[in-house]
């Protein structure tokens, strides 16, 4: 059984998070998909993994290609999970769902805690995966390193 994981972005912006994951994620040999809600945000994400650097490359594909199943990470605006994913992190509020939580290994939920919006699906999603029995951490930068605040167990 999997957990959730909420990670509250104060200081540093979404994709720096999104980078360190993605190492720790494929360090640990899970496959994963990140999900997104907008092709053009995608598309950026791929641009920004692209130019990382040379000795912390993160192999990574645009989920629509001929080969998404063979992908560690694949970037996707949909719910399907076609390269055996262990992992799904997702980004810009993309939904996540009680059962994935419990049939994968992690599920991130990354979200920009300066902004209202992002903070209300967050909110929202957390309460859902709550209701659901799904275990869940909540996670902050706020004090300059990341700190656990809340958890709930599965069950």
């Known amino acids: 059984m999997g957990k959730a994981m909420f990670y509250h972005l104060t200081r540093?912006?979404?994709?720096?998070?999104?980078?360190?994951?993605?190492?720790?994620?494929?360090g640990a040999g899970w496959r994963v998909v990140v999900r997104g809600t907008r092709p053009d945000r995608m598309a950026l994400l791929?641009?920004?993994?692209?130019?990382?650097?040379?000795?912390s490359f993160l192999p990574h594909g645009l989920a629509g290609g001929a080969h998404d199943a063979r992908q560690p990470i694949l970037l996707?605006?949909?719910?399907?999970?076609p390269?055996?994913?262990?992992?799904?992190?997702?980004?810009?509020?993309?939904?996540?769902?009680a059962d994935e939580v419990a049939q994968l290994d992690r599920v991130?939920?990354?979200?920009d805690g300066n902004d209202p919006q992002a903070l209300d699906i967050a909110?929202?999603?957390?309460?859902?995966?709550?209701?659901?029995?799904?275990?869940?951490?909540?996670?902050?930068e706020e004090?300059?390193?990341?700190?656990?605040?809340?958890?709930?167990?599965?069950?």
């Open 83 to 97: 390269n055996a994913a262990t992992c799904v992190m997702s980004v810009d509020g993309a939904d996540v769902a």
């Open 12 to 26: 540093r912006p979404m994709e720096d998070t999104l980078m360190m994951l993605l190492g720790k994620a494929t």
């Open 108 to 111: 991130c939920v990354l979200f």
């Open 123 to 140: 909110r929202g999603q957390w309460s859902t995966l709550k209701k659901a029995g799904a275990a869940a951490e909540y996670w902050s």
């Open 46 to 55: 791929d641009e920004k993994l692209w130019q990382g650097a040379d000795d």
């Open 143 to 155: 004090s300059g390193s990341w700190q656990k605040k809340a958890e709930t167990k599965a069950g």
């Open 76 to 81: 996707s605006t949909t719910l399907d999970i």
